[in-house]
């Protein structure tokens, strides 16, 4: 599939297949073409080429309604005057032969534990209430593929982790294919059966999160994906990279360094250290391997399987 606007190619000869009940992400930089593509698979744009099928079933000439696919937007787009019941019920009024919707709204809200707040307006809630609306505003719906597009970005940190794991654990539940997109590389990893690490319009390389972290087929991919130090041509993880005062085994990856700043982030530290090279390097360490200060000569070393070795 590719997609043009006006002197700009969005998506450029995209193909991924997502299975029934996957959780699938596209995860990127901003601008990369992801929010592109679930606006193409909802039915908001049409593709400049190729071809959108649903268990075989082309969508194209669709309208979003008649596509049995149902979108959560970034901005939750809940209506300030409805209630959080009537906010969840209004997709049923365009779904003819709904049996009961009142029904069908009491149950999706026990679903997303918003029991006891029908009759509270979106003003009334907090983040975390206003997304569980959105999505149960879809959900209702019983759609065949969910679209979510970055849903969880208007939240907090803290709040961003919980609601993260509720909506992993909601997917399992419902069994629904979710699709979806975000720029957080530890979001896409936490939520994801697969990835699909997108970069200027193209998929750069899909696989599961395992495999994109630990085995990346780029550099740009690493990179993304976690932090990388790269010497002589090598990329090694930060949390593969040792520091210690003696001089480690021979068959290790070893370099002599100057540590320039150590920083403290609770359960570990971050050190970062310029090789005799010139370059620099960071590493994690735990808390319990020493002490260590800014200024001071140090072997940083890695295990030669640790090493990534990549095309750019």
């Known amino acids: ?158 709040l961003r982790k919980e609601v993260r794991n509720e909506l992993r654990d909601l997917q399992r539940r419902v069994g629904i294919t979710f699709l979806f997109v975000t720029h957080d590389q530890e979001e896409a990893l936490a939520l994801s059966d697969r990835i699909a690490v997108m970069r200027e319009g193209r998929i750069e390389q899909i696989g599961s999160p395992e495999e994109v972290y630990c085995r990346p087929q780029t550099r740009f991919v690493a990179a993304f994906l976690g932090g990388v130090n790269w010497v002589d041509g090598a990329g090694v993880r930060p949390e593969a990279t040792h520091v ?12 002599q360094a100057v540590i320039e700043r150590v920083t403290f982030l609770g359960d570990h530290c971050r050190i970062e250290a310029r090789l005799s090279s010139g370059d620099r390097i960071s590493a994690q360490v735990s808390r319990v391997d020493g002490s260590y200060h800014p200024g001071e000569p140090v072997w940083v070393w890695w295990r030669a399987e640790d090493e990534m070795r990549l095309p750019s």
């Open 244 to 255: 210690s005062r003696t001089q480690p085994f021979p068959e290790t990856c070893r370099h």
């Open 1 to 158: 599939m590719t997609k043009h606007f006006s002197g700009h190619t969005a998506v450029e000869s995209v193909s991924l297949a997502v299975r029934s009940g996957e959780f699938f992400t596209l995860v990127g930089p901003s601008g990369c073409g992801k929010t592109t593509i679930l606006r193409l698979v909802g039915g908001f744009e049409d593709p400049s080429s190729g071809d959108i099928r649903l268990r075989g079933r082309s969508l194209l000439g669709l309208r979003p309604y008649q596509r049995n696919v149902s979108t959560v937007f970034q901005s939750y787009a809940l209506f300030p005057h409805l209630t959080v019941a009537d906010n969840v019920a209004f997709g049923l009024r365009y779904r003819p032969g709904v049996r009961n919707p009142a029904h069908c709204v009491r149950e999706v809200l026990e679903l997303v534990r918003l029991e006891g707040k029908e009759s509270r307006y979106p003003a009334q809630l907090s983040g975390g209430e206003k997304q569980r609306v959105a999505l149960a505003r879809s959900l209702v719906l019983n759609p065949e593929l969910l679209l979510l597009d970055e849903p969880l970005s208007a939240l907090d940190p803290n």
